[in-house]
Nanobody, 124 residues
């Protein structure tokens, strides 16, 4: 069974950058769409970005377009989320998820696997 482990979260000042990592263990990430989601306490978990398994096709939420970049390294079984120009409203727990379908960008209900999450706090 695929297991996902996120890392790279932390405290950063507004305007700063962080790179999150989602590493798969026990199984390959090949053929999976990998998505990043975030959740603030008391709110719905929302889509942030995703990368498809083939040709690196990507998708982003409007709120992060131009600031965040998702990429994958299949050889390392890892997906990254580079976050630049961070804002206080980006503060959340960030999760990665794996799905066999690109529909993950429209619905988190199709995610087959989730990581445990990593906290990102943007504050001065």
């Amino acid at each position: 069974q695929l297991q996902l482990v996120e890392s790279g979260g932390g405290l950063v000042q507004p305007g700063g950058s962080l790179r999150l990592t989602c590493e798969a263990t026990k199984y390959t990430l090949d053929y999976y769409t990998i998505g990043w989601f975030r959740q603030v306490l008391g709110k719905e978990r929302e889509f942030v970005a995703a990368v498809r398994w083939d040709h690196g096709v990507t998708a982003y939420a409007d709120s992060v377009k131009g600031r965040f970049a998702v990429s994958r390294d299949n050889a390392k079984n890892t997906v990254y989320l580079q976050m630049n120009s961070l804002k206080s409203e980006d503060t959340a727990v960030y999760y990665c998820a794996a799905s066999s379908t690109w529909d993950l960008i429209h619905s988190k209900a199709v995610a087959a696997y989730w990581g445990q999450g990593t906290q990102v706090t943007v504050s001065s």
